[in-house]
């Protein structure tokens, strides 16, 4: 079924796809064997558009869909928003954006409170950049390698080398440091650093998951240099992590946090980048030399507030710490018979990384777990990762149920790699 008229046809669609939107795209899927179209979508399902596949979402397009797709609560929340709002109008005072506003300071450590509402994370990143030169009147932005903050300007400028080498001379100023090192970002920090930029758990570059020590290490650097911490919650934000925020599990508290995906409820794009009271200041003299049009949209403000309504809860917390800890005694099983393939499971709470052994292997084994009736992507700054995030809303017969999955897909990765057959590339 469409929206509007009829039906298409898979074969229709990937023609008018390749024709219209981008025929680089449906050669890739082509190549690897990938005819899959999003049609039906409920919970942690998704449907092929001709009914015959059905996934179980372990992508979650990093987090939008950590409530699972299409929540009944969430789309009856949006439709009684298209009842009475609208977009609303970004120059004014809204009643909406200051609710969400003012539930976010309750929900973020420390004293986060002011919220500057954006559409994308690429865009709330940009912004927070912004803000930390502003108020620091610095232009040094020291990120992670291989770390992933948007393909926006700023943010595509603290991302990897890789999506900026075809776009040409990117603004100067940012410099990357290899992840969980302390003496690596020490040795770059000087006094002309505005920020450090950082994912809680970077997520394209494999779920890496900090040492205990690093990320108040880098809040102390940060203090010491007088830098402002910014921290990417963009995925590991929102429970994924088991806590409602990834900095929670080691007592850091950032200048500003970064929030996205798992906001919208999948329903109705948001972002937010929340900002500690004193860095207000940079919006002064002109409290509009920063807008965004659709930035806190007014319609997918209810939503917001319920995706936060939903997740801040303790049972839903608890419920993900024991997910993750089901996955986790899994994972052990699983890596026992799949000896010299399934290296471990990252992870913290539910945010998951199956290690492979090698950069081939991730891609082969997402493609077998397709087969397999699972979504999930390789991380594509480290191909020997898989992303493995299902959503939070998972119960243990589902559980079990992915589970069996990955055993399945890791059998017959074994059996390809065995072969010395060629992986095929599976990108995100
Ligand atoms: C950690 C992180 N930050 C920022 C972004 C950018 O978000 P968006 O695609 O909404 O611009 C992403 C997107 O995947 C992300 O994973």
């Known amino acids: 079924m469409t929206t509007q008229g009829e039906a298409l046809s898979k074969e229709v669609i990937f023609d008018l796809f390749s024709r219209y939107v981008s025929p680089p795209k449906v050669r890739f899927f082509q190549q690897v064997g990938i005819d899959f ?13 001709d009914g015959r596949r059905q996934l179980i979402d372990c992508h979650c397009n990093g987090g939008v869909f950590n409530l699972g797709h299409r929540h009944p609560e969430l789309v009856r929340t949006l439709q009684e928003s298209l009842s009475a709002l609208d977009i609303g109008n970004h120059h004014l005072v809204s009643e909406w954006r200051a609710r969400l506003g003012a539930r976010l300071a309750e929900l973020t450590p420390g004293d986060l409170t002011y919220t500057v509402f954006g559409v994308s994370g690429g865009e709330a990143i940009d912004l927070a950049i912004k803000v930390a030169r502003g108020y620091t009147g610095r232009p040094r932005i020291i990120s992670a390698r291989g770390g992933y903050h948007g393909h926006t300007g700023l943010a595509l400028a603290a991302g990897d080398e890789k999506y ?7 603004p100067p100023g940012f410099v990357q440091v290899p992840f969980n090192d302390l003496e690596a970002l020490d040795a ?5 650093t505005a920020a450090v930029l950082l994912e809680t758990v970077p997520a394209t570059s494999g779920i890496v998951v900090p040492d205990p020590e690093y990320l108040p290490g880098v809040r102390e650097l940060c203090d010491r240099y007088g830098a402002l911490l910014i921290i990417d919650e963009v995925q590991a934000g929102l429970g994924r992590t088991g806590r409602l925020w990834g900095v929670e599990h080691y007592q850091v508290l950032p200048d500003i946090l970064v929030i ?40 997918g403000v209810p939503v917001a507030l319920k995706v936060l309504e939903i997740t801040a809860t303790p049972d839903f917390l608890a419920h993900v710490r024991a997910m993750a800890a089901y996955f986790r005694q899994a994972f052990a099983s699983l890596a026992a018979r799949h000896t010299g393939l399934l290296v471990r499971l990252r992870q913290l709470g539910l945010m998951m990384g199956i290690e492979l052994p090698h950069p081939q292997a991730g891609p082969l084994f997402s493609r077998m777990a397709y087969e397999a009736g699972l979504l999930c992507v390789y991380a594509y700054n480290d191909p020997r990762v898989v992303q493995f995030l299902p959503p939070l809303t998972v119960d243990r017969v589902l559980a079990e149920e992915i589970v069996q999955r990955v055993d399945q897909a890791l059998t ?6 065995a072969q010395g057959k060629e992986a095929g590339a599976w990108s995100d």
């Open 412 to 417: 017959v990765t074994a059996q390809v790699l």
């Open 164 to 170: 900026r080498r075809p776009f040409g001379p990117m």
């Open 188 to 192: 770059v920090m000087d006094e002309t």
């Open 260 to 299: 996205g995906k798992g906001l919208s409820g999948g329903l109705y794009p948001i972002t937010a980048t929340v900002l500690r009271p004193p860095l207000i200041r940079v919006f002064e003299p002109d409290p509009f030399i920063h807008v965004s049009t659709f930035g806190g949209a007014e319609l």
């Open 37 to 49: 179209v999003i049609g039906r979508r409920e919970g942690a399902f998704l449907w092929d558009v």
